[in-house]
């Protein structure tokens, strides 16, 4: 990552700045820097308040109407996530009272934990993770309190088709995905058990609510990274390790992530928050973790950097057949993505997708 915009991308994909990154970032900003494609680059890879709280210690180097959007950015992002936070509230008193398990991922709850800042992460809508045999029951509590099904009912929903979400839409305010599944069915082998085994009750703003532990945090994001999140996805990867790695049961995070398909991308995940934002290793297993030739084509084809300023959907797709841990499983997904069933076909000409 040569270009300056890029360098400075990088250095506030934080939340804290130590005193040698404060400094490369000083002079970074000494020299000429397109402001306009920093705050773009930013946008696209999803930190621009971060990239707002560290400006700040510098706006003397900064042009004034380019502070002024990106105070803006942020301030807008923080009343918006306090006003999910709210809802989401209510929503999890909802769901308590018919005994539905749910389990807020990402988000304001996420971002008050981890960042300590509700405005510093992106929020636009309320995901919430529930047992797949409480679906309809959680479907139908949210249509009597106001939301309705977005596209219609489920069947002509295409994340329903692909078996792993819906979107419920409250007077075009609110958008809550139910999760019932973390990502598409036919790319990875997760068992959701894994995320539900080892909660935690942690208290955000005075309140309790229950969440996902770290491990089930870090297992989310590597999935989540895999999307169109790569940089905000490696961020919330680094901040996890920041704020909770002596206390990770790195052994069952170990087991999950072999079990479910996930332990090259964990792995690529894990050195690239180690490598480039300074995020500590603690497992020495997880540390040597190697996966022979394909290691070197990954990271020669795929790099974090790359996928980091380009954020391509082509980039993305090759590096989900890349860190996919059997050869088979590649060619699974391939033949998915290029040949998906008829119901998804259909739907999709139906969405215009």
């Not at 206390?247 to 072999?258: N, P, R, Y």
Request: aromatic share 12%.
């Amino acid at each position: 990552m040569s270009k300056r915009e890029d360098q400075i991308l990088l250095l506030c994909g934080r939340v804290v700045l130590g005193e040698a990154e404060k400094k490369s970032l000083k002079n970074l900003l000494e020299n000429k820097v397109n402001f306009d494609l920093l705050i773009s680059k930013a946008s696209c890879n999803q930190i621009p308040y971060l990239l707002y709280r560290h400006l700040k210690d510098f706006r003397n180097q900064v042009p004034v109407d380019v502070f002024e959007r990106l105070k803006s950015g942020y301030v807008n992002n923080l009343v918006r996530s306090l006003m999910i936070f709210e809802e989401h509230k209510k929503i999890q008193t909802l769901f308590e009272l018919e005994e539905i398990p749910v389990l807020p991922l990402k988000g304001p709850v996420f971002a008050e934990l981890v960042y300590g800042d509700m405005g510093l992460r992106p929020t636009s809508d309320i995901d919430v993770l529930v047992k797949d045999k409480d679906v309809e029951k959680a479907r139908q509590i949210l249509i009597k309190n106001g939301y309705t099904d977005q596209g219609g009912i489920p069947e002509y929903n295409l994340e329903y088709a692909r078996k792993y979400r819906i979107h419920m839409l409250f007077n075009g305010k609110f958008l809550v995905e139910l999760h019932w599944h973390v990502c598409p069915e036919h790319k990875y082998k997760l068992k959701e058990e894994s995320l539900w085994k080892n909660t935690r009750e942690y208290s955000i703003q005075g309140e309790k609510i229950t969440a996902l532990s770290p491990e089930g945090m870090l297992i989310h994001f590597f999935y989540h990274g895999l999307g169109s999140s790569f940089f905000k996805s490696l961020v919330d990867i680094s901040e996890v390790l920041k704020r909770f790695g002596p206390e990770i049961d790195w052994a069952s995070l170990d087991a999950d992530v072999s079990s479910g398909n996930l332990k090259n991308a964990a792995f690529y995940f894990l050195s690239a928050a180690h490598k480039l934002l300074g995020a500590p290793f603690y497992d020495d297993r997880l540390k040597k973790r190697r996966f022979g030739i394909r290691n070197f084509f990954v990271r020669k084809m795929v790099p974090p950097e790359l996928m980091i300023s380009k954020n391509s959907n082509f980039l993305r797709q090759l590096l989900i057949l890349c860190l996919v841990d059997t050869l088979g499983d590649a060619f699974y997904i391939m033949k998915y993505e290029l040949f998906p069933p008829t119901e998804i076909k259909k739907l999709e000409k139906k969405h215009g997708r």
